[in-house]
């Protein structure tokens, strides 16, 4: 038997036994969980180790194992002894952990009117301060070399926009200031070129 | 999924898409044809208790900056974490992610997102205005502080 077949027999197995435990006992074993993890969390944050814990509440450390296995079923008088050996509210206990965020950014990306016209080339790009980037195109099979497409792209005399590809752009809404020195704005300098698409990144 | 060798004990698969928000500007949205201005917002966040991750996805399509919204979709994407335990943390306790996750996070919100977008519009005004391609690795800065 390959191990796909294996692991597909395992989770079938896993997952009839999941179905034979009602919702009621999924959500008891879920919340002793977090009530443990959340004790156990307030037991680090306070620079404490298990066994000072258990002098804390008077309770030999192997309780405290027991305790934040997971599986205790805690009654009130003990939530209230270790929220008073925690010096925390007894609801601190049950109030779930905000979402620690980790990435947040907001930008712009533009797409080009030339979308279904691939056959239009880049003529070149005009810096405007004022405008932004207006990019002219023309068409390789006309005879005259003649503007054919003109795309103007605001906002994007800003450091941190790159150019994503010849047909659209991305960037930050607003200009970005660095606390610190960011070696990556660097990269994101962009100059006017003339035969290009006018940001080199 | 995101198994690399700089994250060998750290999984995740995609398990819930929320539409949370949508809307359409219809007669503003019959007089767009050219080009589209896509305003782009990321919160990337992890649940300690729930073990997920959970990103947050919203886009503004205008035909150009301070021009009226044509169209709105917001999606929250969660995500399951395995291997949770080996997550490090800062000396504030706050997890610490890799950013090969966060890269990987980001491109498959965005992506998705993508085609969200592209099966409301079908058939509409907005039929072609597909959000572009984007290089999750080179696009923005992250604003939240380390």
Do not use: C
């Amino acid at each position: 038997m390959n191990k796909e077949h294996q692991k597909e027999e395992q989770t079938s197995v896993l997952d009839a036994i999941l179905e034979r435990i009602s919702l009621s006992d999924q959500r008891k074993t879920e919340d002793r969980m977090l009530l443990a993890a959340k004790i156990d969390d307030l037991i680090k944050g306070r620079g404490l180790t298990k066994t000072g814990f258990a002098s804390l509440v008077g309770q030999r450390p192997s309780v405290i194992s027991k305790w934040l296995s997971g599986t205790h079923n805690f009654t009130q008088d003990t939530l209230t002894e270790i929220s008073l050996a925690l010096d925390v509210p007894l609801m601190e206990l049950f109030k779930k952990k905000e979402p620690e965020l980790f990435f947040k950014a907001e930008f712009s990306v533009g797409s080009g009117v030339f979308m279904s016209h691939s056959h239009l080339r880049p003529l070149g790009g005009l810096l405007e301060p004022a405008l932004g980037i207006t990019h002219y195109w023309h068409d390789p099979n006309s005879p005259a070399l003649a503007v054919t497409g003109i795309l103007s792209v605001p906002q994007h005399i800003i450091p941190d926009w790159v150019v994503l590809s010849s047909m659209s752009w991305a960037g930050n809404n607003a200009v970005y200031y660095p606390k610190k020195k960011d070696p990556t704005l660097e990269r994101h300098s962009h100059t006017a070129e003339e035969d290009n698409y006018a940001i080199k990144v | 999924m995101s198994k690399t060798k700089e994250n060998p004990n750290i999984d995740f698969h995609l398990a819930q898409i929320e539409e949370v928000g949508f809307s359409m500007n219809l007669p503003e949205a019959s007089k767009a044809s050219a080009g589209f201005q896509f305003n782009i917002f990321l919160e990337a966040g992890v649940n300690p208790d729930k073990r997920r991750f959970v990103v947050d996805n919203r886009v503004e399509i205008r035909t150009e900056v301070n021009e009226p919204l044509l169209a709105h979709l917001i999606v929250r994407y969660i995500f399951d974490l395995v291997g949770f335990e080996n997550l490090k943390k800062n000396k504030k306790g706050v997890h610490i992610i890799p950013p090969s996750i966060q890269l990987a996070l980001n491109t498959i919100a965005l992506s998705t997102t993508r085609g969200l977008l592209f099966a409301r519009f079908k058939g509409t005004p907005l039929h072609n205005a597909i959000l572009p391609l984007i290089d999750a690795s080179n696009f923005s800065v992250n604003e939240v502080e380390d």
